[in-house]
């Protein structure tokens, strides 16, 4: 199995979904979309975790994307995981992060990173679970589908 095939496929395994949503219209996943989702897997991710690592003095975030409730998404909601997701709360951690109160806060009480997306932007949501922040994304909505980083932030702030 090639690399492509295997980040694809963690998106796909438990559900065997092979679909996204095209305009209403319901397709088989196109390559677009397989590109996609092996760029933020692969190398999108990657820069994130060594970002925050550096942001936070040495603290090891791992980002876990539920790539599975991804699958029915199209190339464009895809697209907005990185500016709408990943970007905000990263912008968020740096904001805690400006000095060293805030970098050993998060370096000691932030382990994990978990994103989902959801169909329903009512179930759009930030939470800290112990020392995993949780966030739920509607990428699809492209006005109510996230979450500000200022939320985030207040999120991050509250549970460490």
Not at 16 to 34: A, C, H, I
Not at 62 to 81: G, I, T
Not at 91 to 110: N, T
Request: aromatic content about 8%.
């Amino acid at each position: 199995m090639d690399a492509i095939s295997e980040v694809v496929g963690l998106a796909l395994k438990q559900t065997g979904n092979s679909t996204v949503s095209n305009g209403g219209d319901r397709s088989t996943m196109g390559l677009r979309e397989k590109r996609l989702i092996h760029r933020l897997h692969a190398e999108v991710l990657p820069k994130y975790e060594a970002a925050l690592r550096q942001e936070t003095g040495g603290g090891a975030i791992e980002w876990q994307v539920n790539w599975d409730s991804f699958s029915n998404c199209d190339e464009e909601a895809l697209e907005r995981l990185e500016r709408f997701g990943l970007r905000k709360i990263s912008e968020a951690i740096e904001s805690i992060c400006i000095d060293d109160f805030g970098r050993k806060a998060v370096r000691d009480g932030l382990k994990m990173i978990y994103i989902q997306q959801v169909d329903d932007s009512s179930q759009v949501a930030v939470a800290m679970d112990e020392d995993t922040l949780k966030v739920f994304l509607n990428c699809a909505d492209f006005y109510h589908g996230y979450v500000s980083e200022f939320k985030i932030q207040e999120v991050l702030e509250n549970g460490l």
